[in-house]
């Protein structure tokens, strides 16, 4: 009865899981949580938005800056990889839900 | 003759984690004859990939699948790599194969966790699914994202992972080996698993040869058709490695070649880890630009083979065919629960591991002329 | 009067077995769990449904008729509790009580017939498979302990620690218990993972909500009853709560039986209670 000891075992030890909400687990730094363009330096290239598989990242025609769309993004990093100016990055925030879905795109300036 | 009546299981049903609609025609309790419905997760993946750069491409690829999505860019990286000629450096290629072999046990724990949750064994569930959420934190640590990894590009790795990286996965696997031997012995010889698993399913050597089966399904039937070892690629030509397979061809051996192929997945990575080569780093990222060539290339998933057409043109690709593993096996599904009792049809279903979503494909032939259809007209119905 | 009280008082309490029943299964599984009040969640959040679709006028009265009979169970168990001047204490009532359990499952097959889903008419096929086994052995089972102790009614019933005289009969019951709890390897019946959910399959909103609440008064009452034949009055909810750690252990340790293997096992368990009678008689 192998199963029976790992179950007794299992009843006195700290439960694994967390009461989420209210406690945070801890995550990775590599980990890729949100993607941030940095509008100073972004050169508008082009390059991200010819890279990037869903058409999530665009470039804004009136201020020449990228702009991404988080509801299409599938945090490939593929536009981080060929940026000459290296102006994207990711952030490891996990709680990246919204309520409504137009808070996802970019925001207008 | 009795008569049958329909016993759904599908598109909605708990022992289902994909929508596949299993008719059965029952007879009392005994199923008489299955047919299985599809088509409720067409997302026309092929059509996505056409008309991409190489590097887009590779990580739309990665997308099909959401457990086995390293092993899309392994077959998508052997296929590209090799009719454009890229030579790849040892770090590349173990960091690929450490991936890919922590992929394999993940996914293979989460399958028999599944497993376990179908026989009615929760415990055991919530356990595999603890050892597993360790190998995903490891993921986090190496690649960035915990499920689709993106971690490679075409001749080289996005990030090279430091000693403390390679030493914190050794570490975690070490801390959940104890744990699993512990789950595999219980899987092996509780009495209830065994009454409910052994001669559940069974499929004879003959009928997976004829039915060109693949991956632990075919391997629990004696058959050895792992393609690191018949056709090594990229760090596995390096490691040491034993295909796993036994001769019972049922439910039960199906469960046991694939706990043990997570033991043989730790020994690869614990290999993979020892003969890194130290203080290397990855080439940078523009190794090589693609711009004609067509191939073809497998890996090894662990739900079996995995097999890639790649066709670029003018630095586009023109086509891409995927053949995930499910859509050799899923022929097996109506046979291996036809003549079964209800009680056992999730337990068989569910020990052949179907992934739907991946393997879902639409091509419609008219007049000889094949067309392929994308969702949204799949949807509709009609083509434009 | 007093046997209203406390049985309203069990009915409380059985809703607040099942969140003790699902914390300790959680703990068992290593996780938090839900907190022991989450059924009162649960059963707010059913009730505040609307049901849309009429059915079948026998698909809406077996929540109404399994909930009442139900309360009866727990009416009857509570008299014993209560002393010799209950309304409820007559003689043989343990038998009246043997029958009510097994009028709550045949209202559930009523109900899952009347339903029409392929789902809960397989649950009630292995139902009716099933009660053949364990109906009889349970009447039988009980009868051992009253024939043992020469008592004829649940309150006269004062011995303390019965098992000791009835051992095979104890773990008889406590056998039979596994399906009349549904818990593993012996809850074919409403088997998740094939069936879905068994007999309520259909079921949804109020109608689930009451279902949900017999059974969880019905599992106190099976809990309360066996306390009481095998511990004796004073030890009864106490035992009831060993019974549910008890429970959630096996529930946790054990996958589930195939239905044909079940049947046979308490085919096995209506001989041996039958062969335990016949040797008393």
């Known amino acids: 009865m192998g199963i029976l000891t790992d179950v007794l075992k299992n009843m006195f030890k700290k439960p694994f899981t967390i009461d989420y909400p209210k406690k945070k687990s801890k995550i990775s730094v590599h980990f890729r949580g949100k993607i941030h363009v940095d509008r100073k330096k972004c050169i508008g290239c082009y390059l991200c938005q010819m890279n990037c598989p869903t058409g999530a990242i665009v470039v804004n025609k009136k201020t020449k800056k990228a702009e991404v769309d988080l509801g299409l993004c599938i945090l490939c990093s593929m536009c981080a990889e060929v940026c000459p100016v290296k102006c994207i990055y990711f952030t490891n925030e996990y709680e990246n839900q919204v309520r409504a879905k137009n808070k996802l795109k970019p925001r207008k300036r | ?384 | 009067m007093i046997e209203f009280v406390l049985a309203f008082a069990f009915i409380i309490i059985s809703i607040f077995f099942a969140g003790i029943f699902r914390k300790f299964i959680a703990r068992m599984h290593n996780r938090v769990g839900p907190p022991i009040i989450q059924p009162f969640y649960d059963l707010i959040k059913l009730f505040s449904k609307k049901t849309t679709k009429y059915k079948n006028p026998i698909f809406h009265a077996v929540p109404y008729a399994s909930i009442i009979t139900s309360i009866v169970i727990i009416i009857l168990i509570s008299s014993a509790f209560v002393g010799t001047d209950s309304l409820f204490d007559f003689d043989y009532n343990f038998l009246v009580l043997g029958y009510l359990f097994i009028l709550v499952d045949t209202f559930y097959i009523f109900g899952a017939v009347a339903s029409r889903s392929p789902f809960a008419i397989q649950s009630s096929m292995r139902e009716l498979l099933l009660m053949l086994g364990y109906e009889l052995s349970f009447m039988m089972v009980l009868s051992i302990f009253f024939a043992k102790t020469g008592i004829v009614s649940l309150a006269d019933f004062d011995v303390e620690f019965a098992f000791v005289q009835a051992p095979v009969a104890s773990i008889l019951l406590v056998l039979i218990g596994f399906v009349i709890v549904r818990i593993t390897p012996f809850d074919v019946v409403n088997a998740e993972t094939e069936l879905s959910a068994g007999f309520f399959a259909e079921y949804y909103g109020k109608d689930l909500a009451l279902l949900e609440i017999a059974e969880f008064i019905k599992d106190l009452a099976f809990g309360l009853m066996a306390g009481l034949l095998l511990f004796g009055k004073v030890f009864a909810l106490p035992a009831a709560l060993g019974f549910v750690f008890f429970y959630a252990l096996m529930q946790a340790t054990s996958p589930r039986y195939c239905t044909f293997r079940t049947a046979k096992i308490f085919l096995i368990i209506a001989i041996l209670a039958f062969i335990d009678l016949f040797l008393l008689v």
């Open chain 2, 1 to 384: 003759m009795h008569k049958t009546c329909l016993f759904p299981i599908g598109p909605q049903h708990p022992s289902l984690k994909e929508p596949l609609f299993l008719k059965l025609y029952v007879d009392g309790t005994t199923v008489k004859d299955a047919v299985f419905d599809l088509g409720y997760a067409h997302r026309g993946v092929e059509e996505k990939l056409e008309g991409k750069q190489v590097d887009t491409a590779l990580h739309a690829v990665q997308r099909t699948c959401g457990i086995c999505s390293q092993c899309h860019t392994m077959a998508f990286l052997r296929t590209v790599e090799g009719f454009a000629e890229v030579e790849i450096p040892d770090r590349v290629a173990l960091q690929r194969v450490i991936v890919a072999e922590l992929e394999r046990i993940h996914s293979h724990l989460l399958w028999a966790g599944v497993m376990m949750h179908e026989l009615g064994l929760d415990t055991l569930f919530m356990y595999f699914m603890r050892e597993r959420e360790k190998i995903l934190d490891v993921f986090d640590e190496l690649t960035g994202n915990r499920v689709h990894h993106s971690s490679d590009l075409v001749g080289t790795s996005k990030r090279t992972f430091s000693e403390e990286n390679l030493q914190f996965a050794l570490s975690t696997l070490d801390s959940i080996k104890e744990n699993l031997i512990s789950y595999r012995k219980t899987v092996d010889s509780h009495d209830v698993i065994r009454d409910r698993c052994i001669g559940k399913g069974l499929i004879t050597k003959k009928d997976a040869k004829t039915f060109g089966l693949v991956g632990p399904v075919a391997r629990a039937c004696n058959i050895n058709n792992d393609v690191r070892v018949n056709s090594p690629y990229m760090g596995y030509k390096m490691l040491k490695l034993n295909s796993i397979m036994r001769t019972e061809g049922d439910a039960h051996a199906r469960t046991l070649v694939r706990l043990d192929e997570v033991f043989e997945s730790m020994n690869l990575v614990e290999q993979a880890c020892n003969q890194i080569p130290k203080g290397s780093v990855v080439p940078k990222y523009p190794v090589k630009r693609i711009a004609q060539g067509y191939g073809v290339g497998a890996s090894e998933a662990p739900r079996g083979e995995n097999f890639h057409f790649v066709k670029v043109v003018n630095g586009k690709t023109a086509r891409v065919k995927l053949r995930t593993p499910t859509l050799a096996n899923l022929i097996m599904f109506p046979e291996a629960v036809k003549g079964a009792d209800i009680t056992d049809v999730p337990v068989i279903v569910m020990s052949l591991d179907p992934c739907i979503s991946c393997m879902e494909r639409v091509a419609v032939v008219k007049d000889g002329k094949s067309e392929v259809w994308t969702s949204h007209e799949l949807f509709k119905g009609e083509k434009k």
